[in-house]
């Protein structure tokens, strides 16, 4: 089982990018997903997350700019990012609470996908 992140890329600010996160492998079950994205010398943090209900949540600095959605038939979770800013040039990460087969829930990560927005 694994999660892979794709989509990132050079942008100029003010423009967009989506992001994807396809969970591969036999599971029962994806429980809540999130983004975390970590810039140069910082650590990582929290962008958005979202629940197995869709419920959905955000950090401030992209409230109003970022979307996160998901799509369970396909296992996929996805980060729209619109009026990008310098500032949120960081590789992000893809994250779900993934239950197995024996019904086991276990906490996995992707591989990162950077992202570069040029001023």
């Known amino acids: 089982v694994q999660l892979q992140a794709s989509g990132g890329g050079l942008v100029q600010a003010g423009g967009s990018l989506r992001l994807s996160c396809l969970v591969s492998?036999?599971?029962?079950?994806?429980?809540?997903m999130g983004w975390y994205r970590q810039a140069p010398g910082k650590q990582r943090e929290l962008v958005a997350t979202i629940s197995r209900l869709g419920i959905t949540h955000y950090a401030d600095s992209v409230k109003g700019r970022f979307t996160i959605s998901r799509d369970d038939n396909r296992n996929a979770m996805y980060l729209t990012m619109d009026s990008l800013k310098p500032e949120d040039t960081a590789v992000y990460y893809c994250?779900?609470?993934?239950?197995?087969?024996?019904?086991?829930?276990?906490?996995?990560w992707g591989q990162g996908t950077l992202v570069t927005v040029s001023s």
């Open positions: 492998g036999s599971i029962f079950r994806v429980n809540d």
């Open positions: 994250n779900g609470r993934l239950v197995s087969r024996q019904l086991v829930e276990s906490d996995y």
